[in-house]
Structure formats: C-alpha cells, structure tokens
C-alpha cells in the first residue's frame, strides 16, 4: 500500500479517490525557474532585461537570486498577454556553500561567521585560489565547520517563511552535507551551468565515484544526480528541482534556458506554488515535457513524454540503490513499486542534456532512515 495524498500528492486520480481536497480541474502546470542572475551581483543583464527573457521564453514565474543581494521585484509582471510571477530571492554565498533562499524579503546573512576563524580564513584563501590543501591536515574538520553554515543560512532562511534549495551540489555540497544538512528538502539535481558544462564533457564519469572531498567539489564524488540518489538512500526525502543559474543574456557564457521545473498548482501565486514544491507536486527537466504524470491506487506510476521530432526516448524507473528496476525505449511507461524498492523514481533521457525528472514516491510501510 502507498501514502496516497502526502508522499504522492503528483496523483490526481489519488486526489479524487481519497477526497483530498484539491480538484483536478483546478490544477494546471506552470513552468519556472527558481534561479538566476543579474547585474545586481555576477550577471550581464539589468532586472528588467532578465524578467524580459523569461517572458518571452513563456515562463510563468522565475526566482531572481543574486549572490547575497535580496531582490527588490516581486510580483505578477504582465507584457503582450503574458504573465510572469517573480519571486524575490537570493543565492546566499558562503564561499563555496551556495543556498538559494526563495521568497525573502531581507538580506540572509552568508553564515560564514559562524566558521571558526581560521577555516574561515582557509576557505576565503582556498576559493580565491582553488589550492586543494586537505582540511584534515590543517587539524579541523571541514564538514563540521560547513554543516554549522548551511544550518545557520537555513534557520534564517525558514525565519523569514522562504524555502531553501541546496544548489549545484557537484560543487558545493557531497553526500555527508545533504545527509546531515536539516530543515531544508531541495536541492538542484540539474544546475545546467554546472552540470551541464560536466555532463557534455563527460568529466565526471572519468573520476570515481568515492574520494576525498576537496572544498571545490566538483566531480569527485559523482553528478549531483548521483549524490541526491545516496541522500535518498540514507532516508532523506529531498526533491530534486533542476534551474539554469543564469548569468549571461547576451553573447556566451552562463545562458538561460537550460533547465527548469513544471509545478502542478491550483493558480500561479507563491502561496499556490509552495504548496506544490512541498507537496513534491512537480518535475524536473532540461526539456522533455510530460504529458501524463500519474500514480494509480495501486502504486503504478505512469509518465507519457510529448515526444519531439526525430529524438528516441528512454524512460527509467529507478529504486533505492540507484538499481534501475524497469527501463522501457519509448515515449510511454509505467511501473509498480514494490516493498523492496523502498522508492521509484523516473529519469527520461531523450538525448545529450534532454532530461526530466519526476520526484521519489515511496512505497508504505518502509521508514527509509532503517535502511542501511
Ligand atoms: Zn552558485
Ligand atoms: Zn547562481
């Protein structure tokens, strides 16, 4: 048996059959990205332009998150009959622990004074520098010192009603951070700025998968993909969200456009929308498009890709353990989770970077935080 309407709120049929509250007619998709840059702090572009952007792009909300800057544009903007919710936010920096805060209204400290002076010091020397000296020769522990930051920048993000979202974890955070970080259910499982440079380069399948960690992480430990399925494992309930991290409108660089979120809500507002998020009422893609999206009451999740011309598809249902339990070649597919699954979720690949997402659906009667 399943836990219908909290652990698989993506169920409509679930939501009429249990009578909770929401009616299907009432949902829709809307389609965002909860984070990106500006001239405010790294990118090319001023607010406005970048609002712009996404209007054009047929976005229906996006989250502008500068590095320690809060924005100041909230709100419903309207242009050529188009409506796009902005969400003010900012992507709290603290060297290397990057955390965007979404729907902030004051400034979230960057939590670095919470370090111990002198790790403060070797993380500010080792950014600059990207030197991998190995913390524990310097006689501290860097996962302690980094977790007191993420707690920290977390506690004053949730103070303020905002949501967290742990970004780019190929760079920022490994499996021990997401396992022991608390109060915080999001993070970016496709940061196409990140991951994107690293999938097409194919880096991070050349290293192994278990190593040291350095404060610069990047691939050493496996594609954030890979981390969010340990942390699953290890019986955190994370929601993967995939973004852009935009910085760069004009020319090359950081461009947008290359990862984004479907969240299936009652009306385009934060309220409605974070009610979704944390519902895990949403997907994530770099641009394969569902067109179904369901679990039955029998536990049988189904997902339909709208396929595009000349792209083959491969739709996979993955368990605990990272074990792919059913893999079907085609633009349809459905499986039954069983007990020993733990969970499934669904990773659809339609070529080089184009992806989607769907978040875990746990099977009843297991507590993931026993599973060794
Ligand atoms: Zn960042
Ligand atoms: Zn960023």
């Not at 040291?212 to 309930?237: H, N, V």
Request: charged share 25%; hydrophobic share 40%.
């Amino acid at each position: 048996m399943l836990k219908y309407c909290r652990s698989l709120p993506i169920v409509l049929l679930l939501l009429f059959a249990f009578g909770c509250p929401l009616q299907a007619e009432e949902l829709r998709w809307f389609k965002g990205n909860l984070h990106a840059h500006t001239n405010r702090s790294d990118g090319d572009a001023s607010p406005a332009d970048v609002i712009r952007w996404y209007l054009e792009h047929e976005y229906d909300f996006l989250a502008i998150t500068d590095h320690n800057v809060v924005a100041s544009i909230r709100g419903i903007v309207e242009k050529d009959g188009r409506r796009l919710l902005v969400i003010p936010g900012q992507e709290v920096t603290s060297g290397m622990i990057h955390i965007t805060a979404l729907n902030v209204s004051g400034e979230i400290p960057s939590g670095l004074e919470l370090m111990a002076d002198e790790v403060t010091e070797y993380v500010t020397e080792h950014f600059r520098t990207k030197g991998l000296n190995e913390p524990r020769a310097l006689g501290f522990s860097l996962l302690s010192q980094e977790l007191k930051v993420i707690e920290g920048v977390v506690d004053a993000i949730n103070a303020q009603g905002g949501l967290a979202v742990l970004c780019h974890p190929v760079m920022s955070f490994d499996v021990e951070h997401l396992v022991q970080a608390k109060g915080v259910r999001f993070i970016e499982i496709w940061n196409a700025n990140v991951d994107g440079m690293y999938s097409v380069y194919s880096k991070w399948k050349k290293v192994p998968l278990t190593g040291i960690s350095t404060t610069y992480r990047m691939p050493t430990r496996g594609s954030a993909e890979y981390r969010w399925s340990q942390a699953l494992d290890e019986g955190k309930r994370y929601y993967g969200i995939a973004v852009d991290d935009a910085h760069h409108f004009s020319g090359s660089g950081a461009l947008a456009g290359g990862g984004w979120i479907y969240v299936r809500a009652r009306e385009l507002s934060w309220p409605a929308l974070k009610e979704s998020l944390e519902n895990g009422d949403f997907y994530a893609t770099t641009g394969i498009i569902f067109k179904e999206l369901s679990v039955t009451a029998e536990g049988e999740v189904t997902v339909e890709i709208a396929p595009e011309p000349k792209r083959t598809y491969t739709i996979k249902f993955i368990s605990h353990g990272n074990k792919v339990v059913k893999s079907v070649s085609g633009t349809r597919g459905s499986y039954t989770a069983r007990e020993e699954d733990v969970y499934v979720r669904v990773r659809a690949d339609g070529g080089v970077n184009h992806m989607a997402w769907t978040q875990p659906v746990y099977y009843e009667g297991i507590n993931p935080k026993e599973i060794a």
